[in-house]
């Protein structure tokens, strides 16, 4: 690199003598206020438009500020969503996995098919009973009918029964009545007071 610059040196100083042939008279630099050719392929500060000159910082510092505010919402933003989601946590604490629901769902299903098939055998059950107590009842009636019957039947025996017995002991009076009259007249006829 030390040689390049040398050898611009060299050129440069060839030059101003070429122009001082054709122009008005210079003085001639000194050589530490040379120029030394700038490798930058950008425009130099001297070129640039008087707006981007004057309005350069300005615009840097709106740029700046412009993007401080948008860190600034942002990371506000970030931290109310970290507390809604932290609030959401802690409100969901008491809620069940979608396994441990899924596991206790399928246990209840299987309870409530379990409850239904019960159900069902006791309502089977409680139509036998029922069909049954019908037929005791009924039977219970029929037996009831039938007793009542019998008993109506010996009450109406008795009763004749009875009847008989009162008439002939009816007759049986009438008759030792008739014998004791018969006695007391014969009793009288020969004269024994007994």
């Not at 299903?109 to 055998?121: G, L, S």
């Amino acid at each position: 690199m030390s040689t390049n610059n040398a050898e611009q040196r060299q050129r440069s100083d060839v030059q101003p003598a070429a122009l001082s042939r054709e122009e008005p008279a210079r003085p001639a630099p000194l050589p530490a206020e040379k120029e030394e050719p700038k490798e930058s392929k950008g425009p130099s500060p001297d070129n640039l438009p008087l707006f981007w000159r004057m309005c350069s910082a300005a615009l840097v510092s709106i740029t700046a500020m412009v993007a401080v505010t948008l860190y600034l919402q942002l990371s506000n933003n970030l931290a109310t969503m970290r507390g809604e989601v932290r609030a959401l946590a802690e409100d969901h604490v008491g809620l069940v996995r979608k396994d441990d629901y899924g596991t206790r769902n399928i246990a209840v299903a299987a309870t409530i098919k379990e409850t239904q098939v019960r159900y069902e055998e006791s309502e089977k059950r409680a139509a036998r009973l029922e069909k049954e107590l019908r037929e005791a009842r009924e039977e219970a009636r029929g037996r009831n009918r039938e007793a009542e019957e019998r008993w109506q039947q010996r009450h109406e025996k008795l009763e004749k029964d009875h009847q008989l017995r009162q008439e002939r002991l009816e007759k049986e009076i009438q008759q030792m009545r008739e014998r004791l009259a018969v006695l007391e007249a014969a009793s009288r006829k020969t004269g024994n007071p007994d």
